[in-house]
Each structure stands twice: as C-alpha cells, then as structure tokens.
C-alpha cells in the first residue's frame, strides 16, 4: 500500500526553519519582556533602601531628641537644687531646713534616676550608628546596581528589538514557501500554541509531548503532508540528518 505524494509537498526544511524561528522569537519576546522586570525590580530595590535609612535616621533624630528633653530636665532640676541649697543656708528655723533636706534629697533621686537614663539613652543612639552607615552603604549599592541594570537594559534593548524585527521578516518569508493549504493549518495552530506549534518527530517520538508517533504517520511527514501530533497537536517535521 503505496501512498502517493500530496500535489504540493511541504518542505521540511521550511518546517525546521519556522520552528527555529519561532522559538527565536519567543526567546527574544521573553528578553524583551524580562527588561521592563528587571527595571521595576532594582528601582524597587533603591526605594526600599531609601525607605529604611530614611526610618533609621528619624528613629535616630527621635531619640536624641529624647535624650536632649532628659538633659535640659536634668539642668532645670539641679538649678531648683542650687536654689534649694540657698535657701537651706538661710532657713530660719528647724522645720524649714528639714522640709529643704528633704525636699533636696528627693531631687537629687530623681535626678539620679534621669543620669542614668540619659546614659542609657546616648548608648542606644550610638549602637543607632553603625545601623545608619550600614543602610548607607546599602542604598549606595542598590543604586549602583540600579545604574548597572538601567545600562544593560538600555544597551540590549534596541539589539533584541533589530532581531526581532529581523526574525518577524525571516518568518514571513519563510511561511511564504508553505503551500497554500498547509499554510492554512500551519496558521491554525500557530494561532492556537503560538511559539509551540511545531515540533520534532525523532524515533517516532513527538519532541513536543513525548508520546509515539506511528510508523505510517511518520510516513507521511516523509512523504511531505501536513501531519499533526494526535496527542499535542503540534504540526510534526522530521529534523535535519533523521
Ligand atoms: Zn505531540
């Protein structure tokens, strides 16, 4: 059971071709496509580090302030000691200079209380320090890395969309030489799996989706009809040297 050639046979090498392109294509989209990403992504990488050294140094200018409020309280009250003192010297009876003792004792605790939490306080702002020169360097990183990527993108951009334009031509011209009916399918499926519309048969394996492909179907892809993966749908060549 011989089966004749169909009137016009389909190349396969035209085949191959278009696959080829196609996958050019979808590559170079994806390229294309990952610029504007990659763009987003180190700009959002800089805002964020802008952010968290802007953070730090409010956190920063939040407890000095602070600590400035508990000194200036602690000079008023060592003043209100100085002036209590004074008055102790003068203090014309018993009762008077025992309130002042009194009153001066509770100061002075209260202001050994405030000492120590300036203390405390000025050592959380230096350990604040070395956090402010890190995120420093961070954002100078991030930006540097930014410049970088704006580069690359700017110098790859225009290479991907000549070849683009070249391989959009190239495809053109190629689906030209597919006869008028194959081209018809061809354009289906192209329409239906885009970049995966066509796929390799190698020992009666479909490359697209893996499962066999009968001998006799295989026959005709040799025999240069249009044949279609029954599985996957891909339009099937056999590849060069096969
Ligand atoms: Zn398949």
């Not at 003068?90 to 004792?105: D, G, H, M, T, W």
Request: proline fraction near 3%; include cysteine.
């Amino acid at each position: 059971m011989s089966r004749s050639s169909p009137k016009e046979s389909v190349d396969a090498d035209v085949l191959r071709t278009l696959h080829r392109i196609h996958q050019q294509l979808a590559d170079l989209r994806e390229r294309r496509a990952r610029g504007p990403r990659q763009l987003r992504n180190a700009d959002a990488h800089v805002a964020h580090q802008e952010q968290l050294l802007a953070s730090i140094r409010e956190e920063d200018k939040a407890m000095r302030t602070a600590a400035d409020k508990k000194q200036l309280d602690l000079k008023a009250a060592e003043a209100r000691i100085d002036d209590l003192r004074a008055k102790l010297i003068r203090a014309s009876s018993n009762k008077e200079y025992q309130a002042l003792k009194e009153q001066i004792a509770a100061l002075e605790m209260a202001n050994s209380v405030l000492a120590d939490e300036i203390l405390e306080a000025l050592e959380k702002i230096d350990l604040v320090h070395p956090k402010i020169a890190e995120a420093e360097a961070a954002l100078e990183k991030a930006r540097e890395k930014a410049r970088q990527t704006h580069d690359k993108v700017e110098q790859e951009m225009p290479v991907i969309e000549s070849d683009i334009a070249r391989l959009e031509a190239e495809l053109k011209e190629t689906e030209a030489a597919l006869p008028a009916e194959a081209k018809e399918l061809y354009r289906r499926v192209v329409r239906q799996r885009g970049e995966d519309a066509l796929a390799a048969v190698e020992e009666q394996t479909c490359l697209g989706c893996y499962t066999n492909v009968p001998l006799n179907v295989c026959n005709q892809i040799l025999l240069g009809y249009p044949v279609f993966c029954k599985t996957c749908g891909r339009m099937l060549y056999i590849p060069e040297g096969a």
